[in-house]
């Protein structure tokens, strides 16, 4: 018999899990053996979609939306994109400059795929969401991370950009509010960095705005509406955190027009449009007041500051007050080189896998996100869960 080598593709092979995915599953495998988790692992809303919008999705349905759809998303979609941005964020994007797709995740594929060559270099502010640099890399840039810790609340200073550019930087990427800290930057802060890139005009930035309503501060900021960045900025956001409508898919970016019109050449070879019942539905999401939604985001609000009353009493865990998010990002690292219950903790992902196996709660490692001396825990759970959750890790540290 022929006997099959392993031929995946280097590319695949190099290509970290998902942390945060694979996580979740492994919490799902445990609970399936009957243990009893608390998954804090995956950041998704609890909540059900309101019911304004799954009556969007079922009328679409009726009304037969089940043909391919402009590879670039509905001529309306996009409108409602466009009117969301002026109205959320003063930002003016034509429908030429908007680009739907399935899921921010695919958003933020199709920029790096279509802005990146071999060896470029893309700034990563660490911790950052635990994707980005996987797909820098798929794209062959390279993620350069600039470390930040909780002294200075997680976000980069325009001295350390300034420090981290060279001749090979393109590209600059962020999520304000972010994952995973929940640091929100200001004006005067993005300002700065601003200040910084308006002296290096070939860099481009991705500002991930995801979690753009579930800010405690007050008012969003975006980077694209500071003077001399809304030519060389591509806005990325979506529904999934804001709508809780994680797994309906739906993304999309507002940028220069030429880079919509690469998204789009690069989307139409290897997707299409994003789901039609889908855009449907997010028309409904995004004409609707932030009113609507505001009941989510002040749940959130008041489980941030349980779970930060809670995780402030557990000895050893030093913390930073997120303003947006649902995720806290404890520096742990006082626990390196302790044995607990017999495990030795040498690092974030000890310590993860240790609270997984002996408290029973699921967290994700701060390493993924580029900070071994964190981890992440969401607190998009209900306030039983978070109680319960805190009490084990409290019992077990
Ligand atoms: N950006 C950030 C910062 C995120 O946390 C997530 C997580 N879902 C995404 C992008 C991707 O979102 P989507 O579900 O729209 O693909
Ligand atoms: N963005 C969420 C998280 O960070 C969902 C998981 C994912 O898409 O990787 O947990």
Redesign the pocket.
């Known amino acids: 018999m022929v006997e099959i080598k392993n031929m995946l593709s280097e590319r695949i092979t190099n290509m970290a899990t998902s942390a945060t995915l694979a996580m979740a599953a492994k919490a799902r495998e445990l609970r399936g053996q009957g243990k009893d988790i608390i998954g804090l692992s995956l950041?998704e809303p609890d909540f059900d979609i309101p019911d304004f919008i799954k009556e969007a999705a079922k009328k679409a349905i009726d009304d037969n939306y089940s043909s391919y759809s402009p590879v670039d998303g509905y001529a309306d979609l996009k409108q409602a994109i466009s009117n969301k941005f002026k109205r959320d964020n003063h930002l003016e994007y034509g429908l030429n400059q908007i680009v739907v797709s399935t899921?921010?995740?695919q958003s933020?594929a199709n920029v790096a795929m279509v802005m990146l060559n071999k060896g470029d270099e893309v700034i990563l502010p660490a911790p950052y969401?635990v994707s980005y640099s996987d797909i820098v890399k798929l794209a062959e840039g390279v993620p350069v991370e600039v470390p930040t810790d909780i002294e200075s609340d997680f976000k980069m200073t325009p001295g350390q950009l300034e420090k981290a550019i060279t001749p090979k930087t393109r590209m600059l990427w962020f999520?304000s509010p972010c994952?995973p800290s929940g640091s929100v930057y200001s004006k005067e802060e993005l300002q700065g960095l601003a200040a910084v890139l308006r002296n290096h005009p070939d860099i481009f930035v991705v500002s991930?705005e995801?979690?753009e309503h579930i800010n405690f501060r007050g008012r969003h900021e975006s980077i694209a509406g500071i003077d001399g960045m809304y030519e060389r900025t591509i806005t990325v956001n979506?529904v999934?955190k804001a709508f809780a409508m994680?797994g309906w898919r739906i993304?999309y970016i507002g940028a220069p027009d030429w880079i919509a019109k690469a998204c789009t050449k690069f989307q139409g070879q290897i997707t299409s449009g994003a789901n039609a019942i889908a855009q449907r539905a997010t028309i409904a999401a995004l004409e609707a007041p932030v009113s609507k939604i505001k009941y989510m985001i002040d749940e959130f609000h008041k489980r941030r500051d349980l779970i930060l009353s809670l995780l402030g009493e557990v000895e050893g865990f030093q913390l930073n007050v997120p303003e947006g998010a649902f995720y806290v990002f404890p520096d742990i690292s006082n626990f390196f080189g302790r044995t607990l219950n017999g495990t030795t903790i040498n690092n974030a992902s000890d310590f993860a896998i240790y609270l997984l196996e002996h408290a029973n709660v699921a967290t994700v490692t701060g390493e993924a996100f580029g900070n071994p001396n964190c981890i992440r825990i969401s607190y998009a759970a209900s306030e039983k869960e978070i109680r319960e959750a805190v009490a084990r890790i409290k019992a077990v540290v």
Request: aromatic share 14%; charged share 15%.
């Open positions: 950041g899921g921010a995740k933020l969401w999520s994952n991930d995801i979690y979506g999934s994680t993304g």
